[in-house]
């Protein structure tokens, strides 16, 4: 597919797949340009074309459009794709590990991926030895990478703070005889979240990922205590604080939630977290088998596409008014087009980034920890499984039969290779339902850049 054209907030958007050239266009340009998709006859265009516009417009309409052919931004090649094999056969470089320091947790969230923090196995605290052998191995196999990128992750990683520090410090210790620099980040729930961990992550961690879901009712559902109370009223005001705190200071933060079937109005979410003060929000479809009453369903799609819609017109508002947001799935850099090194390489887990379990285990990435078939190595003797490691970077938009066809593919670089697996057996397919509420944040992403730049 080499144009995607859609019409959106009063619009007619034609993307070019290949280049990333995004144009907004006439009548006359997106018909003569449907057509051309059909058929290269130009009689045959020139003829369903008079009926309803003049021949003197459709002639230049052709010519502007022949211009745009031949500088590349429309009906663009695409010359990266017999480049793929001798990609995929690149050596591994490893530039980003999701350390596991805890696999505990204070809350039992029912879409927890983790099972509160157990991971298909047994509560643990990762120690400073394991820590520390994981960022050796991180800075042994990241080649000429200087930035490594390492994110304490959990359960909840507040549980096992002072080995967090320990491990931070150690870091920092290592950077400059190594020639590396870590980016640290943490996430978590909130609820250890005190002043003396709000300052330490503003010396030290490059980003913080706090937890909430959106509304108060939508957060507590989801995101209770063992016990059953609301973990909302406590978390709040640390999270307003924290996030004050990091944007006077330049930080880096954003808010993270998950919308399930139980709020599949979540546009309000997302508002709701904004009129609290966040200006970094992301909030993403829960992924969860179809047995589970939190699941999206399809009968739930057409509804959250319209509720993309609904944010969509509503952050132009807001960003006119001079009081925008990010939200990160519509975030979609148009300057320099997709980025060739995304289109070729995926998401990286299983060669680039890995998850450590607290007693070493290496995992292609959080969501595949505890499953023994995905079990890559350890931190003491590294990659053990090599062919698992051959048969991940070979997943991409151009393995994918499913992706081959799909406008969006460069802006995703073929989905979660976890997703994959989970609903289809294989990490080479797709999530269908994700690549559908994809696609509608790709076309809801162009339309806001194009309606700003008016």
């Known amino acids: 597919m080499q144009l995607h054209q859609y019409k959106s907030n009063g619009m007619n958007i034609v993307l070019d797949v290949p280049s990333g050239s995004v144009h907004v266009v006439d009548d006359l340009v997106y018909d003569a340009l449907s057509i051309m998709g059909e058929t290269a006859d130009r009689a045959e265009i020139r003829r369903r074309l008079s009926r309803e516009y003049e021949m003197g417009e459709i002639e230049e309409c052709l010519g502007e459009i022949e211009e745009l052919k031949k500088s590349g931004q429309l009906f663009s090649d695409e010359p990266y794709a017999p480049s793929i094999e001798a990609f995929s056969a690149r050596p591994s470089v490893v530039k980003a590990l999701c350390l596991h320091i805890a696999h505990d947790c204070n809350l039992a969230c029912r879409y927890c991926f983790a099972e509160e923090g157990e991971y298909h196995g047994r509560r643990a605290l990762m120690s400073f030895e394991t820590g520390k052998k994981a960022l050796d191995f991180l800075i042994e196999n990241s080649g000429e990478r200087v930035n490594l990128e390492v994110d304490f992750f959990g359960g909840e990683p507040l549980m096992n703070w002072e080995v967090v520090k320990r491990l931070v410090a150690y870091g920092r210790g290592r950077e400059k005889e190594a020639g590396k620099h870590f980016r640290f980040t943490l996430t978590t729930n909130g609820v250890l979240l ?157 060669s680039e980034y890995m998850a450590v379990t607290p007693w070493g285990d290496l995992y292609p990435c959080h969501q595949f920890v505890g499953m023994e078939d995905f079990l890559l190595g350890n931190v003491d003797e590294g990659v053990k499984k090599t062919e698992l490691v051959r048969e991940f970077k070979k997943v991409n938009v151009y393995s994918k039969k499913e992706c081959t066809t799909c406008f969006a593919r460069f802006y995703c670089s073929g989905g979660c290779a976890a997703n994959s697996y989970h609903f289809t057996g294989q990490i080479g397919s797709v999530y269908e339902i994700g690549c559908i509420l994809e696609r509608k944040r790709v076309e809801c992403a162009l339309m806001i850049k194009a309606a700003l730049a008016e």
Not at 220 to 244: E, N, T, V
Not at 282 to 299: F, L
Not at 302 to 327: C, H, S, V, W
Request: proline share 5%; hydrophobic share 35%.
């Open 194 to 350: 005190d002043d003396e961990v709000m300052d330490f992550c503003n010396r030290e961690m490059d980003n913080v990922v706090l937890s909430i879901d959106g509304r108060k009712e939508v957060h507590d559902r989801m995101r209770p205590f063992r016990k059953g109370a609301g973990s909302y009223d406590l978390i709040l005001p640390k999270f307003r604080k924290f996030a004050a705190m990091r944007r006077e200071l330049g930080l880096k933060y954003y808010v993270r939630g998950t919308y399930t079937h139980w709020n599949t109005d979540f546009a309000a979410d997302v508002l709701h977290l904004h009129d609290l003060g966040f200006d970094q929000i992301s909030v993403e479809p829960v992924v969860a088998p179809p047995s589970e009453d939190y699941a999206i369903r399809p009968e739930d799609l057409p509804i959250l596409t319209e509720q993309y819609d609904i944010l969509a017109r509503e952050m132009i508002r807001l960003e006119k008014e001079e009081n925008g947001f990010n939200f990160f799935h519509f975030m979609i850099d148009l300057t320099g087009g997709p980025c060739v090194y995304k289109r070729l390489s995926g998401c990286g887990s299983g």
